[in-house]
């Protein structure tokens, strides 16, 4: 308490709590309807305050910006920087998603209007996400890599990984195009050439680590969509982040990836088929902590919790 950590505050903050004087110019913030009838209920961590209010934003966007900037400033306000403080953080939004999504299923039990039961119904899936994502975020707050050969899936499952869990979604390619033009853009050139060469290759890996650092510094784990196909990629990624991330290698057979790069037009990645030949190889290097197989697996989402499950030794009593 005298640290500032307690405080008589809101007690309930959630975004319909938020006031915003001044319109667009945002002149002055408030918060409104705190629980007036007893202090004790207010008086609360100041963690389970902000806990609260990001997990609505989470909830209401699939990406996590909005979010993860107030939890910035907050922590930078406070000073805040240690691993337990995210842990609790973490702890707080899980513990509000699992609140909330029981309210979510109590109505769902509770009413004969189908539109109704089938948002609530929604609702509560959303929330279990949440919940299960931060509570591999008490433990550590990781960064996942989704990693393999072009065409092997990583790109799609781990745009809907960061969608379903709200985990920062990081781009080697958004990141690539970034640097020199826009996604719109095409370069399709021979393997290690043009904006593909060794140097701006590095830089990308760099920036890809500094975006996941500051998702880290935020209590948000990230999911870090890149081949990773030389040791040197890692390595810069690293450098600013620290740690190594977890590996899941997303894999196919190798026709099945062939027929996918040959069918390949448009889209933010430039790989195609006539690269193929150069980075399968290289693909194979690889390290992972679980493989996914994309060719074979009818539920490669699945197949990625379950592995996550495994490696960090969760206990799991209900089906997800």
């Given at each position: 308490?005298k640290?500032g950590?307690?405080?008589n505050?809101?007690g309930d903050l959630?975004?319909?709590?938020?006031?915003?004087?001044g319109g667009?110019?945002?002149?002055e913030?408030?918060?409104i309807?705190?629980?007036?009838f007893?202090?004790?209920?207010?008086t609360?961590?100041?963690?389970?305050?902000?806990?609260?209010?990001?997990?609505?934003?989470d909830?209401?966007?699939?990406n996590?910006?909005?979010a993860?900037?107030?939890?910035?400033?907050?922590?930078?306000?406070?000073?805040?920087?240690?691993?337990e403080?995210?842990?609790?953080?973490?702890f707080y939004?899980?513990y509000?998603?699992?609140?909330r999504?029981?309210?979510?299923?109590i109505?769902?039990m509770?009413?004969?209007d189908?539109?109704?039961k089938?948002d609530?119904?929604?609702e509560?899936?959303?929330?279990?996400?949440?919940?299960?994502?931060?509570?591999i975020?008490m433990l550590k707050?990781?960064?996942i890599?989704?990693?393999?050969m072009?065409?092997?899936?990583?790109?799609?499952?781990a745009?809907?990984?960061?969608?379903?869990?709200?985990?920062?979604?990081s781009?080697?390619?958004?990141?690539?195009?970034?640097?020199?033009?826009?996604e719109?853009?095409?370069?399709?050139?021979?393997t290690?050439?043009?904006?593909?060469?060794?140097?701006?290759s590095?830089?990308?890996?760099?920036?890809?680590?500094?975006?996941?650092?500051?998702?880290?510094?935020?209590?948000r784990?990230?999911?870090?969509?890149a081949?990773?196909?030389?040791?040197?990629?890692?390595?810069?990624?690293?450098?600013?982040?620290?740690?190594?991330?977890?590996?899941?290698?997303?894999?196919?057979?190798?026709q099945?990836?062939?027929?996918?790069?040959?069918?390949?037009?448009?889209?933010l990645s430039?790989?195609?088929?006539m690269?193929?030949?150069?980075l399968?190889?290289?693909?194979?290097?690889?390290?992972?902590d679980?493989e996914?197989?994309t060719?074979?697996?009818d539920?490669?989402?699945?197949a990625?919790?379950?592995?996550l499950?495994?490696?960090?030794d969760?206990?799991?009593?209900?089906?997800?």
């Amino acid at each position: 308490h005298k640290a500032g950590f307690v405080k008589n505050g809101h007690g309930d903050l959630r975004l319909e709590h938020v006031f915003i004087d001044g319109g667009a110019s945002i002149n002055e913030l408030s918060m409104i309807d705190c629980i007036e009838f007893n202090r004790r209920f207010r008086t609360n961590d100041v963690l389970s305050e902000i806990g609260f209010l990001t997990m609505e934003i989470d909830q209401s966007y699939k990406n996590t910006v909005k979010a993860d900037e107030l939890m910035l400033g907050f922590f930078d306000y406070l000073k805040i920087s240690s691993e337990e403080s995210y842990a609790i953080l973490n702890f707080y939004r899980c513990y509000r998603a699992m609140v909330r999504a029981k309210v979510a299923m109590i109505t769902y039990m509770n009413t004969d209007d189908e539109t109704l039961k089938r948002d609530k119904r929604a609702e509560y899936n959303t929330l279990i996400d949440m919940a299960f994502i931060y509570s591999i975020a008490m433990l550590k707050i990781y960064s996942i890599a989704f990693c393999g050969m072009i065409g092997a899936g990583k790109t799609t499952w781990a745009v809907k990984f960061s969608e379903r869990f709200r985990a920062l979604y990081s781009s080697s390619d958004r990141v690539r195009k970034a640097s020199v033009s826009n996604e719109e853009s095409s370069y399709i050139v021979p393997t290690g050439e043009g904006i593909y060469n060794e140097e701006r290759s590095l830089e990308v890996y760099k920036t890809l680590g500094s975006l996941t650092k500051s998702s880290l510094k935020a209590g948000r784990i990230s999911a870090v969509d890149a081949s990773f196909l030389q040791k040197k990629h890692l390595e810069s990624f690293v450098s600013q982040i620290g740690c190594a991330p977890i590996y899941i290698k997303f894999t196919a057979d190798e026709q099945v990836i062939r027929e996918r790069l040959a069918s390949r037009t448009g889209g933010l990645s430039d790989g195609r088929l006539m690269h193929f030949d150069d980075l399968y190889p290289l693909s194979k290097e690889i390290p992972a902590d679980f493989e996914v197989d994309t060719s074979h697996c009818d539920d490669p989402m699945q197949a990625v919790i379950d592995g996550l499950i495994k490696l960090l030794d969760i206990n799991v009593e209900t089906e997800l």
